[in-house]
């Protein structure tokens, strides 16, 4: 028991030097991840923007296969067959109707969405972003 409480004692904590290069350390690795973080955030939103030209896209489909008018579009009748309104990924916001457009060569359609920060065009399978980089 007297050995145990000498072990005891002898003990200390860290160092103030041990304790400052840990805290240096961990601001070096925070200095490097942070940037990172962002970069993905900015790409996961331009992935959600994409997403939703190929949601509208597969919409329009079928639209054109429920014998909906390909010449004029109902986009009334063409948002009822998306499961959610098409939304913003930066202001999460809904896209206002005269930022989207649906237009139909030989039956395949091709969609235009502007958003806030870029746009997506493309045809099914084929969509892509334009938009400022960061």
Known sequence: ?????????DQRGLTLIELLAVVVILGIIAAIAVPSIGGIIENSKQNAAVANGEMLASAARLYASAGGN???IDKTELKTYLESGIN?????????????TVTFTNNVPTISITYSKGSVAGAAGNV???GPTT
């Open 88 to 100: 913003d990924p930066w202001t999460k916001t809904a896209v206002a109707d005269d930022n989207w």
């Open 1 to 9: 028991m007297i050995k145990k409480m000498k072990l005891m004692k």
């Open 128 to 130: 892509t972003y334009t």
């Open 70 to 72: 390909t010449t004029t």
